[in-house]
């Protein structure tokens, strides 16, 4: 399989597109956001072969989307700035929980619909707030019937004795606030029956957007007769129980969170929303839209998150043993690099530190990966963000969902796992004789590569009017803080077989494209001696987007997620398909 986009189809977009995008608002109740108009300047553009010759150099953004604004009549909103961009968050924090039962006025039960990445962490988050809050609203577990998930769900500590487990219908029908967190193709195979079951003015909870874009495909929307909102971890589900576990101790330790209001019949659905972030233990949540979190988050597990950090050290894998390394120092500058100092730098100072941790010798070898991976990286992510946009990208999940089953006389084809390659196994072997507390060599070579795969995602966001709040989210601390310390104990592989059933597809379809494009255009540009694009890490340094990750990181919560090498987060229903 080769990299199917060239590099000149690439520029011909580029040019069209990302420096005149069409002026496009997403509205909801009291939201609304619009694309900026900032452009991509092009320097003395020139093709050698189906890589791009040189002088492609991309300006930041230098207008903002439409300011998000809400209107929360229980916890307070603050204005932040990012990049000369004002936004408004609100903080969450243990201090926080006894305005809970205000939050959730009206709200007796709150039914959480399935048990796999982000089910058992929510429903517990949930359960052990309001506990906190004094508050007696139940947080029922639905399962379908049957469901090999219901030992999982009671070993947790809810039952069908005390009312805190059941049926998924009956679970539906019996919550005020219904949390649908079924997998992605199952939302799109069950939504109208879930509809059916829902009271009417009742709530329907998403932590993705996905069910929106599946309806949009359609032609369709949700029922007019009940409320729609979002609430979406930057973090997979283990992520989000572990840090809320840990920070019991620390007032705000948990994973950040978007939320959106897309439908509100009563007024009540922001204090909602708000509400239910901040059970979860979110540090700040910002507003999104259903719309724009679909398309940043499906984009963005498909790159920096997962698919693409896949596709890179599997590239980097290959080429430093190639090159005569060792395939357990090979591994260790790759995957340990990126997965734990790397990582570790920027969740504590930015992208620059990694930079400027450097020699005067690395920062070279850095700035050579960095121009020759930049646009590459650019290429793959600009044609997956507009696959996502246009609806492509949902509809093949949905199809992928159903050929898991048999069908029309055709075998079922579940996912397989990637983890018995040859790089993994050497991952074990790495693994198992690593110092405690080991973060990896800082790699300058694999920096660059990753760092340049890092901007050119947020520039694709920024251009296509995200705010800044979800463009860091999405590209840097969910990468960082939530999903690369797991990859850190437990490889790579381990993540691309255990998260979500999305994500997991979208690695397995896009991770070879970057590997491809970066083993067939970057790595022969550096081979062949390109001049390093100047311009392009004076961009890179210069970059507004650092200041704005600095006022993050001052947001972040003081603990570390702690991730022991046995970590257990294995979804339950691959546990025990693998049984």
Not at 75 to 96: P, Q
Request: proline share 5%.
């Amino acid at each position: 399989m080769a990299a199917a986009t060239s590099c000149s189809s690439a520029i011909s977009a580029a040019s069209e597109t990302l420096a005149k995008p069409a002026s496009r608002s997403f509205s909801t109740t009291n939201l609304a956001l619009q694309s900026p108009s900032s452009k991509l300047g092009f320097k003395s553009l020139r093709l050698r072969g189906s890589a791009l010759g040189a002088r492609m150099v991309s300006s930041p953004a230098v207008k903002s989307p439409a300011l998000l604004d809400f209107d929360p009549s229980v916890f307070k909103k603050e204005k932040i700035n990012l990049a000369g961009h004002d936004e408004y968050i609100v903080k969450g924090g243990r201090d926080l929980f006894p305005l809970l039962p205000d939050a959730f006025k009206g709200i007796k039960q709150i039914g959480v619909i399935g048990w796999g990445s982000q089910g058992p962490a929510q429903a517990q988050n949930l359960r052990d707030s309001l506990a906190d809050a004094k508050s007696d609203i139940v947080v029922k577990i639905g399962l379908r019937k049957g469901s090999r998930s219901f030992a999982e769900a009671r070993a947790a500590g809810f039952s069908e004795e005390n009312g805190t487990l059941g049926d998924i219908w009956e679970t539906v029908s019996g919550s005020d606030l219904v949390l649908l967190l079924i997998s992605d193709s199952a939302q799109a195979d069950n939504y109208e029956k879930v509809y059916s079951y829902m009271k009417p003015n009742s709530i329907l909870g998403l932590s993705h957007g996905f069910l929106l874009g599946h309806l949009q495909s359609m032609g369709l929307d949700f029922p007019k007769n009940i409320s729609v909102i979002a609430v979406c971890p930057k973090g997979m589900g283990p992520s989000v129980r572990r840090l809320y576990v840990q920070g019991k101790e620390i007032n705000g330790a948990g994973i950040n969170s978007s939320f959106a209001v897309h439908q509100d019949v009563d007024g009540r659905a922001t204090d909602v929303a708000l509400g239910w972030s901040i059970a979860l233990g979110s540090p700040f949540t910002f507003a999104t839209t259903l719309e724009q979190e679909y398309k940043s988050d499906i984009f963005g597990e498909r790159g920096i998150l997962l698919g693409a950090v896949h596709g890179v050290v599997e590239s980097l894998f290959r080429r430093y043993t190639e090159n005569g390394m060792s395939e357990d120092l090979a591994y260790k500058n790759t995957v340990e690099s990126i997965t734990g100092i790397i990582s570790k730098t920027i969740s504590t100072k930015g992208m620059l530190a990694v930079y400027n941790a450097l020699s005067e010798d690395e920062k070279r070898e850095f700035e050579n990966a960095y121009s020759a991976s930049y646009y590459p990286c650019m290429d793959i992510l600009y044609e997956c963000y507009e696959d996502v946009a246009s609806g492509s990208e949902i509809r093949s999940v949905v199809l992928a969902g159903r050929r898991f089953y048999e069908k029309e006389g055709l075998p079922a084809f579940p996912m397989g796992k990637i983890d018995q390659t040859r790089m993994w196994k050497v991952g074990e072997r790495v693994r198992s004789t690593r110092p405690a507390g080991d973060q990896g060599p800082l790699y300058p070579f694999t920096a660059g590569v990753f760092v340049a795969l890092m901007m050119a995602q947020i520039e694709i966001l920024r251009k296509k009017g995200h705010s800044y709040s979800e463009i860091i989210n999405e590209s840097v601390i969910e990468a960082v803080d939530s999903l690369n310390p797991f990859m850190h104990a437990r490889g790579v592989s381990f993540m691309v077989d255990n998260c979500s059933t999305t994500a997991r597809l979208g690695s397995r379809k896009w991770a070879p494209r970057f590997d491809y494009i970066l083993t067939q255009q970057a790595l022969v540009a550096v081979d062949n001696g390109r001049p390093i694009n100047r311009d392009l890490i004076s961009n890179f340094l210069s970059d507004p987007v650092h200041g704005a990750i600095e006022v993050c990181a001052e947001l972040r919560p003081t603990v570390d997620i702690s991730v022991p090498p046995n970590a257990d987060f294995v979804r339950p229903e691959l546990r025990q398909s693998s049984n």
